[in-house]
């Protein structure tokens, strides 16, 4: 996790790259992670996911001390590959706080290869004194401590959803 801010705004970010093994044929791997729907259909900190025509939107949802939970909402671009699909991350406007979900998938023989990067935008108000940047320092280690926390469970996730789309 990294981060850092300037004038009001807050970038924290967060990658995670696993392999989830795939016993089954080649051309079900390619599908499965072809459709976002199917494959992040066990991932739980997403709400509202959308997935068609070549696009991928949701939130992830971000408890945030003071704030409570925060819907970060995400729009992300599918691009299909020789070997999988890319997530390109979209802006998102009129939002003050958003995040850029990025991903790659390849099948490669019997697994397949996921890398994820996320990158959440904060706005927070000006840190003036003391009072003002405990503050920040706050919301930016809960923002941290949530992206690491879905990068850390997002293997689990797609590996539910690799068995359920391969026992189906």
């Not at 992830?60 to 020789?82: E, H, I, M």
């Not at 890398?115 to 927070?124: S, Y």
Request: negative net charge; charged residues 15%.
């Amino acid at each position: 996790m990294s981060g850092w801010s300037e004038a009001g705004r807050l970038i924290v970010e967060a990658a995670q790259a696993f392999t989830v093994p795939w016993p089954g044929p080649h051309e079900a791997a390619l599908a499965f992670v072809r459709d976002p729907a199917r494959a992040l259909a066990h991932v739980r900190f997403l709400r509202g996911l959308q997935a068609g025509e070549g696009e991928v939107r949701g939130e992830l949802v971000v408890p945030l001390p003071g704030l409570g939970n925060v819907d970060l909402p995400f729009s992300s671009a599918l691009q299909l590959t020789p070997a999988g699909a890319d997530l390109c991350p979209q802006p998102v406007a009129h939002e003050r706080a958003w995040v850029e979900v990025a991903g790659q998938a390849q099948v490669q023989g019997a697994e397949v290869q996921f890398a994820f990067q996320f990158r959440a935008h904060l706005q927070t108000p000006d840190a003036q004194g003391w009072g003002g940047a405990a503050f920040e320092k706050m919301v930016r280690a809960a923002a941290g401590r949530t992206l690491e926390r879905v990068a850390r469970e997002l293997p689990a996730a797609l590996a539910q959803a690799a068995v359920a789309a391969q026992n189906s």
